[in-house]
């Protein structure tokens, strides 16, 4: 007997002594000569220090067989962090059109009268098209802006407050505009700090150039304040070139002063509800957002995401009402209820449980002709977003996992689906919660069982 099936007999020894429960789908106490895959998989979690150390659920599905392989505290509710993205990719796929409407509007004799949709693609430095900008911009007589259809919050419930300064949490709109982030460029300043903003930063949008005070000299950063439209920035000299983004304070007076200055023309704000017979005119093709919140975890265009189908199905925007739709309509046969706050992930209230979000890949599945074209939206392993530097398939460099991940402090999950050697896809979702480690540590074990199942199912 070679070492390697030593280590394996002496491991199954102390699993069936003290663990004959740990593994949900095995069920016998007698000790194999020659432990079976399902064995083994049940070996790298219970001999695994990272995974003993911290709450983690794991859920291993066969689509073709309608049936779980494999599970692991798989129905414990765990924190998705951006596993959240999920319920919301799905939601765009039950309520909005291949491709999203960017602006209602209404002409009343010579004024053109517009409302928002929540259409994150309008000035965005990514993703924006100037469909909406040049018939704002050709419109001959007065522009008149209204958010009377706006029934929310511009925070989520369950964000941490203290992130309002970081560009993952800009604020939820009725009509976003450059990604709703204010971008600075910090130039190199020769030898002495030039306190002239003029050709030390640049600003876009430059509406908020004059917005900006000077902190004196320290740690090189743009800092707003919480609930106003003041950034304060400080330097050192000789710094690098380097950009901020900042999320810019939402008010229908300020938006309006912002846009005017954008097209270069006067916008009216007036508290004028959506009637009931209005234009639509449409921007980007769903996917393209998709994409974008799938692969880099974009929070802002998820949670516009969510906004834009409130739009489309009640003619007011309100992530709540969405969220319950879509948990009545076509979650309700999730075996555990999801705890489902928000679009992003931020919340720390959302709450799912692995073999939920298994059956959800499944639903998203099924949405899709062919799995080339689902896996062109999702992060690919080795390939590209979260995970382009994880999960690279160790024989040819192409990627068998192609998955979302979740990451907040303490917190990281993986759920998407996984192509096996012998060319089956499986559906998996792997969340870990209250680690202490670093998250790298805990991906890196989390591959050891991603790859055993790759090269084993």
Not at 52 to 68: C, H, I, K, R, W
Not at 260 to 271: F, G, P, V
Not at 306 to 324: C, E, H, K, P, W
Not at 371 to 377: G, H, I, S, T, V
């Amino acid at each position: 007997m070679n070492r390697r099936n030593r280590w394996l007999c002496t491991g199954l020894l102390l699993f069936f002594a003290g663990c004959s429960a740990t593994n949900e789908l095995t069920t016998s106490n007698e000790v194999e000569s020659s432990p079976t895959k399902l064995d083994q998989l049940a070996i790298l979690f219970d001999h695994s220090a990272i995974f003993n150390s911290n709450f983690t659920g794991f859920a291993l599905y066969d689509p073709l067989a309608e049936d779980f392989l494999f599970t692991r505290d798989a129905n414990k509710y765990y924190t998705p962090a951006s596993n959240t993205k999920l319920f919301t990719f799905y939601a765009g796929l039950k309520m909005l059109e291949d491709s999203v409407y960017g602006l209602n509007y209404k002409y009343k004799e010579d004024s053109l009268f517009f409302w928002g949709t929540g259409d994150p693609s309008f000035l965005h430095e990514d993703l924006g098209n100037r469909k909406v900008f040049d018939m704002l911009k050709s419109h001959d007589g007065p522009l008149i802006f209204s958010d009377a259809n706006y029934e929310d919050v511009k925070l989520g419930s369950g964000w941490a407050w203290d992130d309002y300064n970081s560009s993952y949490s800009a604020e939820k709109t009725p009509m976003p505009a450059y990604g709703n982030l204010a971008k600075f460029t910090m130039e190199r300043i020769s030898t002495y700090r030039v306190h002239e903003i003029e050709g030390e930063i640049q600003v876009d949008p430059p509406y908020f150039r004059n917005k900006i005070e000077d902190a004196g000299i320290g740690e090189v950063s743009i800092v707003r304040e919480q609930d106003g439209g003041i950034f304060e920035y400080s330097s050192y000299a000789d710094t690098t070139l380097v950009d901020w983004y900042r999320p810019y304070n939402y008010s229908p007076e300020s938006f309006v002063e912002m846009i005017s200055d954008t097209l270069k023309r006067d916008i009216i704000y007036k508290l004028e509800p959506l009637p009931k017979e209005y234009n639509r005119i449409k921007t980007v093709i769903a996917d393209t957002l998709y994409k974008h919140m799938l692969q880099p975890s974009d929070n802002f265009i998820a949670e516009q995401i969510l906004l834009m189908a409130s739009d489309y199905q009640f003619g007011t925007l309100n992530t709540r009402q969405v969220i319950d739709y879509m948990l009545e309509n076509h979650l309700d046969d999730l075996q555990d209820e999801p705890k489902w706050i928000d679009g992003s992930g931020l919340s720390r209230y959302n709450l799912f449980t692995p073999r939920s979000v298994v059956r959800l890949l499944e639903k998203i599945d099924e949405e899709f002709e062919s799995d080339e074209k689902l896996f062109e939206l999702f992060p690919a392993g080795g390939q590209s977003g979260t995970i382009r530097r994880w999960y690279e398939n160790r024989n040819d460099g192409s990627a068998y996992v192609y998955a979302k991940t979740g990451t907040l402090r303490n917190n990281h999950s993986l759920s998407g689906y996984l192509i096996t050697a012998s060319g089956n896809k499986l559906l998996f979702s792997f969340m870990n919660n209250n680690y202490t480690s670093s998250s790298s540590v805990v991906k890196t074990e989390m591959e050891k069982v991603l790859w055993f199942i790759h090269e084993n199912f």
